[in-house]
């Protein structure tokens, strides 16, 4: 029957190269995305998300360009802070595709008020809601219906961020990718009884974004100091080593952060 996968957050970015990347490898792929005018928190002020939403055009957008690719998608719109969402994503890709076998936890929540000072109640609920629990629950929700199938191998990478340790400026997006990265080391262990492997890759800066990246040409001048290689990531960056780690080639690897950010990790200490 070939490989499943799902990708959350898919519409745009590093999500829809993950996708993309999948499709051209044999993968059936379906992506979700978020619809703005459907969101738990609408009543909310989205002005500050910086990971933004798009829409259905965008899905549609990404998942054309896949079918004209030859590769076989489809995309589903799930708000991930509702928890009701989260079997439904399973269920529209097993009705789709057949038993999923690989999940990618890439949909994100984060805002620009996520200082101390800043931020409230609301913020932190919106942030832990998409980038950790939503995140654990798919896993679980993943792991019910792999069993029920008699799978026998399968993969998950979480996409968490290359500053989760520390994040001075974005306190809960940072922690709630820390977190994500310690779900990933405990579900490693939990998961490898049933040959599922549980990783997870860190991206440094990387241009995505609706309708530009958001990294200027300023940030990206500053940033470039501050990257041994020399440059800020694209999507495809991150979708290539994502790739990698569902792939047979990385059969042995379980448990792991990969960080994929040109040195930034470090050269961000300078």
Not at 22 to 32: G, H, K, P, Q
Not at 92 to 111: R, S, Y
Not at 227 to 242: F, K, M, T
Request: proline residues 3%; glycine residues 10%; aromatic residues 8%.
């Amino acid at each position: 029957m070939g490989r499943v996968a799902i990708v959350t957050g898919a519409n745009h970015g590093i999500g829809a190269s993950i996708a993309r990347e999948l499709a051209s490898n044999a993968y059936r792929v379906v992506i979700t995305w978020l619809n703005p005018n459907d969101y738990a928190y609408s009543d909310s002020d989205t002005s500050g998300m910086i990971h933004t939403m798009g829409g259905q055009a965008h899905a549609d957008e990404v998942v054309e360009s896949i079918r004209v690719a030859g590769g076989q998608v489809a995309g589903f719109p799930a708000d991930l802070s509702r928890v009701e969402a989260l079997s439904e994503v399973l269920d529209f890709a097993q009705k789709e595709f057949g038993p999923v076998d690989t999940l990618i936890n890439n949909a994100a929540a984060g805002e620009n008020a996520d200082t101390l000072e800043s931020s409230d109640a609301g913020v932190i609920d919106r942030t832990y809601a998409v980038n950790v629990r939503a995140s654990v629950l798919l896993i679980q929700e993943f792991l019910k219906r792999y069993r029920a199938h008699g799978m026998k191998k399968g993969a998950v990478v979480n996409i968490t961020c290359n500053a989760a340790q520390y994040f001075a400026g974005q306190i809960h997006y940072g922690s709630s990718k820390a977190a994500l990265e310690a779900y990933t080391r405990s579900l490693a262990v939990e998961l490898g009884v049933y040959g599922i492997r549980v990783n997870a890759v860190a991206p440094g800066p990387v241009h995505t974004g609706i309708p530009e990246s958001y990294i200027t040409p300023e940030l990206e001048n500053e940033l470039n100091k501050k990257i041994p290689l020399g440059r800020c990531g694209q999507p495809v960056d991150i979708a290539r080593a994502v790739r990698f780690l569902v792939s047979d080639d990385a059969d042995w690897i379980t448990g792991q952060v990969l960080g994929v950010d040109g040195g930034h990790s470090w050269g961000r200490c300078l």
